[in-house]
């Protein structure tokens, strides 16, 4: 704090006293979750003035000047404080009302020879709280205490998350270095030189098509009863919302911040036209490319109702015992998944954790599917914003953002939860990671009939679970565990053990009644 019997500086010894009231009333503490009502100090202006010595000690800033400059910004201006480091000042102007006075007097100041710049004191944040413009409108974030966990653990760069999805927006301004890139690949020379099978795959793999092109298609929209406009065409977007909810680059000052601020997002294609439906074949094919290259989570945001594929479930028990955590989402038609199974959400396998999705209010969100015993636990899943392409020109989308409702975006954020917790403690297996999850969520009474943990994700406590060490030889059930299976031979996977058929109980409310916009796709 400036003293005016040691400072060096005359400009400044008569408005010490100021100085030391308004530092009193401006040095406040930011809480984490709270953002100030305004992004730059009402009032306030911080000059600095031009280096005139290789020291940077002496600026040329006689008293005289120094009356005539702060005269620019009203007779009742004063000086708050000294930045001796910087040669600066910070000046209370509160005669200076709007927007065009203050810019007046900042270009008048600025223009004057001994000044380097002058300018608002705008408002910066710790880093826990990202700069992101649109972080005020994902609610979901403090409904799952990710501002808590943040400031314990934000990123995961060395974790690969594979999207099974429709296409991903690879250069979106948000994605930037998030997308998974295969160093053992060398791109463009038509040959396949990790031997891994497919050739020049730098960022993933297109399993519509075969193709190493796995970015968000521009292809004709799709309408009611998958057929598709005679004309008019979109981008996809289904996969590349799902891709920002999980790792969107925070603090760029650009739109949203993901649940994992640094993470690698494998992109395969295997939701496409005519109606943003995949096929059994590429599935199986992306989770074992998924597996072989070093995926540590499948997000699967999409599911198929009916009978259960043998070969499915295969796959995604290899991918677990091959240390992959897989999350699915239990879909959208408001139903017992207990009594009418939907797949993949619905292999119960110790590892694999089925998602259903919640509002603003904590209740489960009125399209949500359910089931006590095959849905593992519930997310926020209403209006979730995130990244999507946009624009009509097919060889180069728009960066944009939307929000979109379903299980598909509730999932994504237990998949960067999950991305997280295996940054935060390596060790963890998927069966260990499920374990954790479910005891650290938010016990909430009506979600106990609708989810197998009875609670709400919450991050900063599932963080907290993951840093605990790992206990050798523990088989105990954990007090959430109702899967009720078998214990197989390999790997801690567990078989079905046969489904006990839940009803939604009659005059239970139905939540979040308000309109759900964007699609719920799956
Ligand atoms: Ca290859
Ligand atoms: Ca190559
Ligand atoms: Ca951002």
């Not at 972080?135 to 966990?149: G, H, I, Q, R």
């Not at 739109?255 to 994992?260: C, K, Q, R, T, Y």
């Not at 997310?379 to 598909?408: C, D, F, M, Q, R």
Request: proline fraction near 5%; hydrophobic fraction near 35%.
């Amino acid at each position: 704090m400036y003293n005016s019997t040691t400072s060096t500086h005359p400009t400044f010894r008569h408005w010490s006293i100021a100085a030391c009231l308004a530092i009193t009333a401006t040095v406040m503490p930011v809480e984490a979750q709270d953002r100030l009502p305004y992004n730059a100090v009402p009032g306030e202006i911080v000059i600095g003035m031009k280096r005139t010595s290789t020291s940077g000690e002496t600026a040329q800033w006689s008293p005289g000047r120094t009356v005539n400059l702060l005269s620019l910004l009203g007779d009742d201006a004063r000086v708050v404080r000294e930045i001796s480091a910087v040669d600066g000042i910070v000046v209370s102007a509160p005669s200076l009302r709007t927007e065009a006075e203050i810019n007046d007097a900042l270009g008048r100041l600025s223009a004057s020879e001994n000044i380097y710049a002058a300018e608002r004191n705008h408002v910066y944040y710790a880093s826990a709280q990202p700069a992101d413009p649109m972080l005020d409108k994902m609610w979901f974030l403090n409904k799952v205490s990710a501002f808590k966990a943040w400031d314990k653990r934000s990123k995961s760069p060395g974790i690969i998350v594979a999207v099974l999805d429709t296409g991903i927006q690879l250069d979106h301004a948000d994605l930037k270095g998030r997308i998974w890139t295969n160093i053992k690949e060398i791109p463009g020379n038509g040959k396949d030189d990790d031997g891994n099978g497919y050739i020049d795959d730098i960022h993933g793999w297109n399993f519509q098509e075969n193709n190493n092109k796995p970015g968000a298609a521009y292809r004709a929209l799709g309408l009611r009863g998958c057929k598709i406009h005679p004309t008019k065409r979109i981008y996809e977007s289904h996969g590349t919302h799902v891709a920002g909810t999980i790792g969107a680059v925070a603090n760029n000052n650009v739109g949203i911040a993901g649940i994992s601020h640094d993470v690698q997002i494998m992109a395969l294609r295997i939701l496409g036209k005519p109606c943003a439906a995949g096929t059994l074949d590429g599935i199986l094919e992306a989770v074992a490319y998924a597996t072989k290259n070093g995926a540590k989570v499948l997000n699967m945001s999409f599911v198929r109702h009916g009978s259960p594929s043998k070969l499915m479930r295969r796959e995604i028990e290899e991918a677990i015992i091959a240390g992959v955590s897989v999350v699915a989402a239990a879909g959208n038609d408001a139903t017992n998944n207990d009594q009418r199974q939907k797949y993949p959400s619905g292999y119960r396998i110790d590892g694999l954790i089925s998602v259903a999705a919640t509002g603003p209010k904590d209740t489960l969100a009125k399209f949500s599917n359910y089931g006590r015993r095959t849905v593992d636990i519930a997310a926020p899943g209403h209006e979730i914003l995130s990244t999507v392409p946009k624009g009509n020109n097919p060889s180069k989308p728009i960066s944009g953002y939307a929000s979109k409702s379903g299980t598909s975006m509730a999932t994504p954020i237990v998949t960067g939860a999950i991305a997280l917790m295996r940054a935060e403690n390596p060790a963890l297996d998927p069966v260990e990671i499920e374990k954790r999850l479910m005891r650290a969520i938010d016990p909430l009474t009506h979600l106990k009939l609708w989810v197998r943990a009875g609670g709400r994700l919450n991050l900063a406590k599932s963080l907290r679970e993951a840093a605990k060490p790992v206990k050798k030889g523990n088989t105990k059930r954990t007090q959430t565990s109702g899967k009720e299976m078998t214990q197989r031979a390999i790997g801690g996977i567990r078989i079905d053990g046969g489904a006990k058929h839940t009803h939604r109980p009659a005059g239970q409310q139905i939540p979040d009644s308000g309109n759900i916009s964007g699609k719920s796709l799956y």
